[in-house]
């Protein structure tokens, strides 16, 4: 088995998990980054308002994404470039719920992607005062970043994973989550969905 896998990043419009309005994401096959891809998203009609927070933190404003492709436009791109991967993310609830609640808010059927997070992994490997992205990367050799771009928080996220995996000599996503003792995350189907 490689160590293959895509990280992603989403950044949001506001509040709403639903409300993606950029993505990053970093293809890693053998430990190697060996593709990267991040483009603007209209966010769904709903969940398109731009909070000042928001825009504080990623700097993305509503003019930026308004020629932008919308959700269900860029769904299948995201999906053809991550493939069947394990997608990889810092806090990865936060990531896989916007893309579920996207889905949900464009009527798009949410792929089912497992997942695996690396702030579980970098708490796991790195003794740190705090777990922030920027400081994990740090541990694991990644250098100053614009934090808050989705493509270079996928990079960074992408580094710590390779780098763990190197430390514990695992041999893939799998392995590395039973090395540390942490859960490669399954995707919930839409019974349990409805469920919880």
Request: net charge negative; proline share 5%; with cysteine.
């Amino acid at each position: 088995m490689a160590l293959d896998f895509t990280a992603i990043d989403f950044e949001t419009a506001n509040s709403s998990p639903a409300s993606a309005c950029s993505v990053g994401l970093v293809r890693v096959r053998g430990g190697e980054v060996v593709a990267t891809a991040g483009w603007l998203i209209r966010p769904p009609a709903g969940h398109d308002e731009f909070q000042t927070w928001n825009v504080r933190i990623h700097g993305i404003q509503p003019d930026d994404v308004a020629a932008a492709d919308g959700w269900s436009e860029q769904l299948d791109r995201l999906c053809a470039f991550a493939g069947a991967d394990v997608l990889v993310a810092h806090n990865s609830g936060f990531d896989l719920n916007v893309l579920r609640r996207a889905c949900e808010a464009t009527g798009d059927a949410p792929p089912p992607y497992r997942s695996l997070c690396s702030l579980q992994v970098a708490r796991k490997v790195y003794q740190l005062d705090s777990y922030r992205l920027p400081i994990a990367a740090a541990a694991a050799g990644f250098g100053a970043f614009a934090h808050h771009d989705a493509l270079a928080d996928a990079k960074a996220c992408a580094q710590i994973v390779i780098d763990a995996a190197q430390r514990t000599t695992a041999g893939s996503v799998d392995e590395l989550a039973d090395a540390l003792g942490i859960r490669v995350v399954e995707p919930r189907l839409p019974a349990e969905r409805a469920a919880a």
